[in-house]
C-alpha cells in the first residue's frame, strides 16, 4: 500500500478527490475510459501523473481518490511508476474512482461488469487502498438493485486486494432508501463513498443523514452559488452531518465551480473542514 497506513486516514487526513483539478490536468479523457460516453475524451496530451503526487504533497495533501479516466495506459510497469510516485510523495492513493459504467444494464451488465473488472485490477496494480464503481445507471427496481448487488459481489469477490465501495449518485441510488437496499444485498462485501453534493432536492440534507453511518469514505464537495461563490455555510452543514454521525474516514476535498484558481478554492473549503473536524479530534 501506498504512503501512511490504512488507519491513519481520518477527517484530520488533508484529502483531495482530483477531479477538483480537471482543469489543472488540462481536462484530459484517456481514450476508451468512458465508454457509455459520460465524458469526451480529449485529443490532448496525457497529464503527467507521475508529478502529480509530489504536487500534491507540496500543498499538504496526504490522500487522494485518482479518476481513472486520468490513467493514459494500463500496462502494469506504468502503473508501478505511478504507485511509486506517490510511495515516494507519502501520499495514499485511497481509492481508484472508475467514473463509468452501469453493472444493473439488464442487457449489458455482465460486458458492464468486465469491463469495470479491468480497471479492478488496475486499482490494485496501482496500491490503492479502494476503488469506486458505479452501481448503475438505472432505476431502483427489485431486479435492477438485485442486478447490480450480485455483480458488485462478483467484483469483490475477483479483487479481494481492493476495498470495493459504491457511492451515492446516478439512477440507481437516487435516495437513501436505494443506498441501504443495495448495501443489504450485498452482505458486506462492498462499502459506501458518500458524495455531499450528489443529492440535491430539499430532503438532501435527511437523506445524508440517513447513509452517514455507514459511509467508509466520502467525497467532500462544496457547492457554488449561481456567482461561482463557495456555499461555506451549505458546506459546513452537510460536515456537521457526517461528525454528528461519528465519521471517522477521510474527506477527499471536491471543488468543481468556475473559479479557476483550483487550488485556491480547495484551501477555502479545507478551512471549514478543520473547523468542524478538528486535527487531533476523535476518528
Given at each position: 500500500?501506498?504512503?501512511?497506513?490504512?488507519?491513519?486516514?481520518?477527517?484530520?487526513?488533508?484529502?483531495?478527490?482530483?477531479?477538483?483539478?480537471?482543469?489543472?490536468?488540462?481536462?484530459?479523457?484517456?481514450?476508451?475510459?468512458?465508454?457509455?460516453?459520460?465524458?469526451?475524451?480529449?485529443?490532448?496530451?496525457?497529464?503527467?501523473?507521475?508529478?502529480?503526487?509530489?504536487?500534491?504533497?507540496?500543498?499538504?495533501y496526504g490522500s487522494a481518490q485518482l479518476c481513472h479516466f486520468y490513467l493514459p495506459r494500463l500496462d502494469?510497469?506504468?502503473?508501478?511508476?505511478?504507485?511509486?510516485?506517490?510511495?515516494?510523495?507519502?501520499?495514499?492513493?485511497?481509492?481508484?474512482?472508475?467514473?463509468?459504467?452501469?453493472?444493473?444494464?439488464?442487457?449489458?451488465?455482465?460486458?458492464?461488469?468486465?469491463?469495470?473488472?479491468?480497471?479492478?485490477?488496475?486499482?490494485?496494480?496501482?496500491?490503492?487502498?479502494?476503488?469506486?464503481?458505479?452501481?448503475?445507471?438505472?432505476?431502483?427496481?427489485?431486479?435492477?438493485?438485485?442486478?447490480?448487488?450480485?455483480?458488485l459481489q462478483q467484483l469483490a469477490d475477483r479483487h479481494p486486494e481492493v476495498r470495493l465501495v459504491t457511492?451515492?449518485?446516478?439512477?440507481?441510488?437516487?435516495?437513501?432508501?436505494?443506498?441501504?437496499?443495495?448495501?443489504?444485498?450485498?452482505?458486506?462485501?462492498?462499502?459506501?463513498?458518500?458524495?455531499?453534493?450528489?443529492?440535491?432536492?430539499?430532503?438532501?440534507?435527511?437523506?445524508?443523514?440517513?447513509?452517514?453511518?455507514?459511509?467508509?469514505?466520502?467525497?467532500?464537495?462544496?457547492?457554488?452559488?449561481?456567482?461561482?461563490?463557495?456555499?461555506?455555510?451549505?458546506?459546513?452543514?452537510?460536515?456537521?452531518?457526517?461528525?454528528?454521525?461519528?465519521?471517522?474516514?477521510?474527506?477527499?476535498?471536491?471543488?468543481?465551480?468556475?473559479?479557476?484558481?483550483?487550488?485556491?478554492?480547495?484551501?477555502?473549503?479545507?478551512?471549514?473542514?478543520?473547523?468542524?473536524?478538528?486535527?487531533?479530534?476523535?476518528?
Amino acid at each position: 500500500m501506498t504512503g501512511m497506513p490504512t488507519a491513519a486516514l481520518s477527517p484530520a487526513t488533508k484529502a483531495l478527490h482530483t477531479w477538483s483539478l480537471f482543469r489543472t490536468l488540462d481536462r484530459y479523457v484517456a481514450p476508451g475510459s468512458m465508454p457509455l460516453g459520460g465524458l469526451p475524451e480529449s485529443p490532448g496530451p496525457a497529464p503527467d501523473l507521475l508529478a502529480l503526487p509530489a504536487e500534491l504533497a507540496r500543498h499538504g495533501y496526504g490522500s487522494a481518490q485518482l479518476c481513472h479516466f486520468y490513467l493514459p495506459r494500463l500496462d502494469q510497469p506504468y502503473l508501478a511508476e505511478v504507485r511509486a510516485a506517490f510511495a515516494e510523495a507519502e501520499v495514499v492513493l485511497e481509492c481508484l474512482l472508475v467514473d463509468d459504467g452501469d453493472l444493473a444494464d439488464p442487457v449489458e451488465g455482465d460486458a458492464q461488469r468486465d469491463w469495470v473488472s479491468t480497471w479492478l485490477t488496475a486499482a490494485g496494480d496501482l496500491g490503492a487502498v479502494r476503488a469506486r464503481v458505479v452501481a448503475g445507471q438505472q432505476p431502483p427496481t427489485e431486479e435492477t438493485l438485485t442486478a447490480s448487488a450480485g455483480r458488485l459481489q462478483q467484483l469483490a469477490d475477483r479483487h479481494p486486494e481492493v476495498r470495493l465501495v459504491t457511492e451515492n449518485w446516478h439512477a440507481l441510488l437516487p435516495d437513501a432508501a436505494a443506498v441501504t437496499g443495495l448495501l443489504d444485498r450485498t452482505g458486506g462485501q462492498v462499502g459506501f463513498l458518500v458524495d455531499l453534493g450528489n443529492w440535491k432536492g430539499p430532503d438532501r440534507h435527511a437523506q445524508l443523514a440517513a447513509v452517514a453511518g455507514v459511509a467508509e469514505t466520502c467525497q467532500a464537495k462544496v457547492r457554488t452559488d449561481a456567482d461561482g461563490r463557495l456555499d461555506l455555510a451549505e458546506y459546513r452543514t452537510c460536515l456537521t452531518i457526517l461528525a454528528d454521525a461519528g465519521y471517522a474516514g477521510p474527506l477527499a476535498l471536491v471543488h468543481d465551480g468556475p473559479d479557476p484558481d483550483e487550488w485556491g478554492r480547495l484551501e477555502d473549503a479545507h478551512a471549514v473542514v478543520r473547523s468542524v473536524f478538528p486535527a487531533g479530534s476523535p476518528g
